[in-house]
């Protein structure tokens, strides 16, 4: 009878421990889903921005049509992405040829005086810093969902129920690299 | 950003002793006036149920008040789009829902602060000289401080704090002066009552003295400060930016806010008043010394 009641109370705590993981992890996982939209939301704005920049340099860069081809390019790439890796690639890409662009701008008086530019400028800086922002949150809850599975006696049960880790959106080397500007 | 649930639950639970202290106080007010009129429970039951409307009301609309009181204006995305990208940057960095609405102080002084009874319910205000002066890291580092406040709820405690303390040291200022003007007037004609008056002003100090005493020391918490600015720095990963704003805030010649006061100075992140050292301003002042924030922001 003893016996009886001792496993009975172990496997209750065994289930409601699996129950609250369980949970827990689901709603951690839609959290980092949820993070991730939102990277996906700011990338989106930024391509929807790129081509009136590109117009409205064009006139005054004459000089500089591969600085226009690369963004071009580069904006193609995030779209065609589709992996966490290749998204993340393709965006840090993607910022570096507009720092570039920004940096030759400061050549072009002309152009630095246009309101359009200006105004254009500014929402791609506040798009750019909104992308930084929601990938050092979306890495936040990756790395939390990630420890929560990896941590024992979680892991021997998360991986039984199909938890897998989640890729960080990381920086590639190039973006690590100092960017060169050259005024 | 993961901010402690303890600040959270802390927050809320200061709040919730606030309401109890403002409706304890109010309650005891309208118990004394009842004392004069002869009968103490209409006094008591009326001026509770006073008392909880109006805390209703300033819970879901103080934040409003207290915008207008500053002067702040809701401004436009079109009017000033640097300062609408800095907010939604760093709401996204927070995780939080929605965007806290924007607005802006006309003044020279370089001042901001937020308020909102919860996250999804908040606002920020800074004033057009820190639009002017700061640079874009300074006014992130800023903003995450603001942002701090929404997410940890000291808005809505500091927001309750505002209000509720300043009515009642209005109203029992008011009650004080009424009932000596009242002793004064009746000295001649009844013994009676001039006795009862004096009774119930001694009540009155003795009540409310140590209570308000008890609000204001929720209130003035100058880990607040610390704890917003460490926690801004885990939102920009940059404590420069902060660090030199707050030294751009500090040398700046005229700190004064012209619509700010005493009862809304400790919303903002810098004392909104000129400088006097004095030891009043020290014990009770609602900020930690500007240089001590500074030079932990250096150190991070």
Redesign the interface.
Known sequence: MQTWLIITIIISVVVLFIIFLYNGLIRLKNQVKNSFAQIDVQLKRRNDLIPNLVNSVKGYMKHEKSVLENITKARASIMNASSVEGKAKASSELTNTLKSLFAVAENYPQLKANENFLQLQEEITGTENKIAYARQHYNDMVMLFNTKIQKFPNNLIANTLGFKDEKSFEATDSERKNVTVEF | ??VSFNEVRNNKLKSYLLIFFFILIIGMLGGLIGLIYNNIYVGLILSIVAGLIYTLLVFNTGDKMILSMSGAKLVTKKEY??L???I???T????LKNTPKAYVIEDTALNAFATGKDPEHSSIAVTTGLLKKLN?EEL?GVIAHEMSHIKNYDIRFMMLTTILIGIVTLLSDFLLRSFLWGGMGRRDNENNNMTLVLVVVGLVLAILTPLIGQMIRLAISRKREFMADASAVT?T?YPKGLANALRKIKDDPDPLVDHANKATAHLFISVPFRKKQTIMNKLFSTHPPIDERIKILEEM
């Open positions: 950003m993961r789009p640097h609408y990208h800095v939604e940057g760093l996204i960095a927070a995780g874009r992130e939102l990963r």
